[in-house]
């Protein structure tokens, strides 16, 4: 009986969420859609714009999911208490944590397949959506960064701009000596990457070296580039906002911007928020749970609904106060995501605890 139980109410709780992330994602695709299709540049149409959406639509699920489960638990078992089946159980012995139980697993495989879309799927097509994106509005398949440098010890790299997924155009790069004066100086007029494992390699280079009484300038049709240039870094990922990254990207990006002594702020908050996504969907729908045997339990579903948006805009607006004002303040970045987490699991306990 208890696993027949366990059984009803996740699956009640799966189709209701289910149809929630359905109108959700279509509502701010459809949004998402209008806003390009106003962009004003003749060369951007709207079959471009649809198929920059549609690259969008994993990452679009994936930022979703927590406040479409908060939305769907609150829903689903709300049904189920306007149909007085939450008082049956409950009745029956059954506790508001033994409740959850069922709703919680739901929530762990959702936040699995979330986290796999997130991981593996969004990452690669956000990159390749802004990449079409931005030569559909350049009409050009060239990408101009207006200015983007990289660093990796003692040399500086100056790109304009990309040609592609594998091609750097306009390189310009700086190497300095020990003592921090200019060593050479290098202008390629593009570099082009060897692939997966490879290396990147400058094109129709002009160098000038630097000496103690004079110059030294050369032209090569060919140099390899002398540091050990990630594509991750030099490439149409350089176009993507560091929340849209994957985990795995974001943990190099971290490590190679310590290494060359640069803030990593953004991305250490942007690892965390995807880390600890977990822990905030289940104290979410721990909420939920409290709400729907607590102070909504005789409420319409017009209610419901309104309370669900309230409730959700409230975490995600504490999430974007405290993400900027860790950048400000210093606070760790853990602790500006965690804050949010930990305010929702204790509402969440204290509902349940006062409807137990």
């Given at each position: 009986?208890?696993?027949?139980?366990?059984?009803?109410?996740?699956?009640?709780v799966?189709?209701?969420?289910?149809?929630?992330l359905?109108?959700?994602?279509?509502?701010?695709?459809?949004?998402?859609?209008?806003?390009?299709?106003r962009?004003?540049?003749?060369?951007?149409?709207?079959?471009?714009?649809?198929?920059?959406?549609?690259?969008?639509?994993?990452?679009?699920?994936?930022?979703?999911?927590?406040?479409?489960?908060?939305?769907?638990?609150?829903?689903g078992?709300?049904?189920?208490?306007?149909?007085?089946?939450?008082t049956?159980?409950?009745?029956a012995?059954?506790?508001?944590?033994?409740?959850?139980?069922?709703v919680?697993a739901?929530?762990?495989?959702?936040?699995?397949?979330?986290?796999?879309?997130?991981?593996?799927?969004?990452?690669?097509?956000?990159?390749?959506?802004?990449?079409?994106?931005?030569?559909?509005?350049?009409?050009?398949?060239?990408?101009?960064?207006?200015?983007?440098?990289?660093?990796?010890?003692?040399?500086?790299?100056?790109?304009?701009?990309l040609?592609?997924?594998?091609?750097?155009?306009?390189?310009?790069?700086?190497?300095?000596?020990?003592?921090?004066?200019?060593?050479?100086l290098?202008?390629?007029?593009y570099?082009t990457?060897?692939?997966?494992g490879?290396?990147?390699?400058?094109?129709?280079?002009?160098?000038?070296?630097?000496?103690?009484?004079?110059?030294?300038?050369?032209h090569?049709?060919?140099?390899p580039?002398?540091?050990?240039a990630?594509?991750?870094?030099l490439?149409?990922?350089?176009?993507?906002?560091?929340?849209?990254?994957?985990?795995?990207?974001?943990?190099?990006?971290?490590?190679?911007?310590?290494?060359?002594?640069?803030?990593?702020?953004?991305?250490?908050?942007?690892?965390?928020?995807?880390?600890?996504?977990?822990?905030?969907?289940?104290?979410?729908?721990?909420?939920?749970?409290?709400?729907?045997?607590?102070?909504?339990?005789?409420?319409?579903?017009?209610?419901?609904i309104?309370?669900?948006?309230?409730?959700?805009?409230?975490?995600?607006?504490?999430q974007?106060?405290l993400?900027?004002?860790?950048?400000?303040?210093?606070?760790p970045?853990?602790?500006?995501v965690?804050?949010?987490?930990?305010?929702?699991?204790?509402?969440?306990?204290?509902?349940?605890?006062?409807?137990?």
């Amino acid at each position: 009986m208890p696993r027949t139980v366990d059984r009803y109410l996740a699956w009640t709780v799966t189709v209701t969420v289910v149809v929630v992330l359905v109108c959700f994602v279509t509502l701010t695709a459809s949004f998402a859609l209008v806003e390009e299709v106003r962009e004003e540049e003749a060369a951007y149409g709207f079959g471009d714009a649809l198929a920059y959406v549609l690259h969008t639509l994993p990452r679009r699920v994936h930022e979703l999911v927590p406040f479409v489960i908060f939305l769907g638990v609150l829903i689903g078992l709300g049904v189920l208490s306007g149909n007085s089946e939450v008082t049956v159980l409950r009745a029956a012995g059954m506790s508001l944590w033994r409740l959850y139980a069922p709703v919680g697993a739901v929530v762990v495989l959702a936040s699995g397949v979330a986290f796999a879309i997130g991981e593996y799927v969004a990452p690669r097509l956000e990159a390749r959506g802004e990449l079409l994106r931005a030569q559909a509005l350049h009409d050009s398949e060239t990408i101009y960064l207006a200015g983007y440098w990289y660093r990796e010890g003692p040399l500086y790299s100056h790109v304009e701009g990309l040609g592609g997924e594998d091609r750097a155009l306009g390189v310009t790069q700086f190497e300095l000596d020990r003592d921090g004066g200019l060593k050479e100086l290098r202008r390629a007029e593009y570099a082009t990457h060897d692939g997966a494992g490879g290396a990147w390699r400058l094109h129709n280079v002009h160098a000038t070296r630097l000496r103690d009484d004079r110059t030294v300038t050369a032209h090569f049709d060919e140099l390899p580039w002398t540091a050990t240039a990630d594509l991750r870094l030099l490439s149409a990922r350089a176009l993507v906002d560091p929340r849209k990254l994957s985990i795995a990207d974001l943990l190099f990006q971290v490590a190679y911007m310590d290494r060359e002594g640069q803030n990593a702020g953004r991305y250490r908050l942007a690892f965390w928020n995807k880390v600890l996504q977990p822990l905030a969907t289940l104290g979410l729908a721990l909420v939920a749970v409290g709400c729907v045997v607590g102070p909504l339990r005789e409420a319409g579903m017009g209610t419901r609904i309104a309370t669900g948006i309230v409730v959700g805009l409230f975490f995600k607006y504490l999430q974007d106060l405290l993400a900027p004002a860790s950048l400000v303040f210093g606070i760790p970045s853990w602790l500006a995501v965690a804050i949010p987490i930990a305010v929702c699991w204790a509402a969440g306990a204290g509902l349940v605890r006062r409807a137990a």
